[in-house]
């Protein structure tokens, strides 16, 4: 008998160990979104190649956005900062450039990303916990000190306040919003469906609010980039490849519709427009899934929203590998695993990448995982070769038919959406059933060991290494607060006031509130006294968390 005949169950002979089973059994057979697979593919149904394919740069663009892809522009090799008080972030911008890090992710602490104060009485911990507390216009000049925002392309991973803030800050410095550079995240409504609920974001003021942003942005301000839909976070909570593509292409719909309403074309906003996406570990599911976007998106803009312009159907991806695949058990591994995505994401061909660092599970990144998680997208683009030519996997028999079932799997789901409404959909949970049930069934895959996770639920490791943790100074944080404290007590107050009254009218009224925004920021108003008056003209508390009332008199 060779040892390739010996039964799985029997010792080695050469090392006198019993096999690991799982180690000579293939644990599943459908993709990691739940898709089932052949053993082996061969000729399907016959493509029509321009139809469905094209060349790369072609429409419907299938095989990438653009002819050479990488030889011709390298993907932007990104890497998320943000911790602490402003000054803080700042340093570790500069680390990560030093790095070699193309382009730079700001990420904002809890309360920023909520339009909540730091001295908020309920939530004085978390403040610069998980991200930066940019609470005020002067925080943001704290933060871009020394950077010129018409050509340093600064990316910030947070949805409400921060475009009018940059707005503001570039207003007080002199700079005309038609020359400010650099991105953000306006998708309102995934806020609703990524966990914040109903309380912090009513689905119906979401989805005006992004149509507001996308609306002012689009008018004034050609050269900042607009990621959404934000698919990343709907991925995370718990959502299919296809689910992704349903939901987010929802999304997108429901805006491009009401800016239609305002006169605002596709052809006037789509080029802006990124998808905002997530990578996850199963390489040929992700690959299908980004051919598949793009050729879903291209139809889209085309047929149903008449674009011109190419720019308009070449979609552009935003890519973060998944932090939800990440594990705290044996947290080393998170390395293939964010490698692994890195390289699905290149041969998906999209436009931006932001790797995860081993260590993301146990806390902030370290600088050092950090600039590990930039040499992992260095050596696959100058030692393995994932640069090399465009669409590499295309003509697979498996990934082209892959492809066309995310595809197929996503217009369905996409059109039971719409059915329903959207914002409807989000209201009554309809769309957070879908995630809970895609939650459920994964959990239920590893207890019973049908999906398998390296270090949590199969080769488990009786030593388990901590990584070192992150820490910066706290004191940073407590004189952020105290200057924070100290400016609401020493601003302006009577030109403050008119500003927010004048925003409460402007809200109240239904019209685009974006400008005055601007202006109460510009007056020192906080995010918290902005974003809670514009709560408080549609109908909703100042305070999502009923602790505080506005210190503002309004009609």
Known sequence: MTVAERPPDQENADF????????????????WGGLETEAAYGPGEPLDYDRDLGD?????????????????????????????????????IARALAAGTAGVDVVTDTLTAEAL????????????????????????????????????????????????????????????????????????????????????????????????CVEYVARHSPRWALGLPQAYDLR??????????AVGMAIVNATLAGLAERGVGVDDVAPSLAWVSSTDVDLFEEVAKFRALR?????????????????????????????????????????ARAAVQTLAALLGGVQSVEACTWDEPVGIPTHEARELATRTQQILAHEVGAARTADPLGGSWYVESLTDTVESEALRLLASIEEHGLVRSVQDGSIEALMDDHNYRLEQELATGERIKVGVNRFLSDQQQSPPRFRFDRANIDAHIQRFVELKAHRDHERLAAAITCLFAVARRGD????????????????????????????????????????????
């Open 16 to 31: 006198g160990t019993p096999v690991d089973e799982d180690s000579v059994r293939l644990s599943r057979t459908a993709t």
């Open 56 to 92: 790369p740069g072609s429409f419907p663009y299938t095989r990438g956005s653009y002819p050479k892809m990488y030889r011709g522009r390298m993907w932007t090799l990104r890497n998320i900062v943000g911790y602490g008080a402003p000054e803080d972030t700042r340093d570790g």
């Open 117 to 212: 104060d730091p001295d908020h009485p309920a939530l004085r911990a978390d403040v610069g916990l998980e991200g930066c507390s940019l609470p005020s216009v002067r925080d943001v000049a704290r933060l871009l000190d020394g950077v010129d925002i018409t050509r340093t392309d600064v990316a910030y991973h947070t949805t409400m306040m921060i475009y009018p803030m940059i707005a503001a800050f570039a207003v007080d410095t002199g700079v005309p919003l038609e020359r400010i550079q650099g991105s953000h995240m306006p998708d309102h409504l995934q806020l609703t469906l990524a966990g914040w609920g109903e309380k912090i974001m009513p689905a119906d003021l979401a989805h005006r609010a992004t149509v507001d």
């Open 236 to 245: 995370e909570r718990g959502l299919s490849p296809a689910a992704e593509i």
């Open 295 to 335: 050729r879903v998106w291209a139809r889209t803009m085309k047929e149903r929203f008449g674009a011109v312009d190419p720019r308009s159907m070449r979609l552009r991806i935003a890519c973060h590998t998944s932090g939800r695949s990440l594990t705290h058990q044996q947290p080393l591994n998170n390395l």
């Open 512 to 555: 685009n509130p974006v400008a005055a925004m601007i202006e109460a920021l510009r007056a020192d108003g906080s995010i918290a006294e902005v974003w809670g008056t514009v709560r408080q003209a549609h109908g909703h508390p100042y305070d999502p968390f009923g602790v505080l009332s506005s210190p503002w008199e309004v009609p």
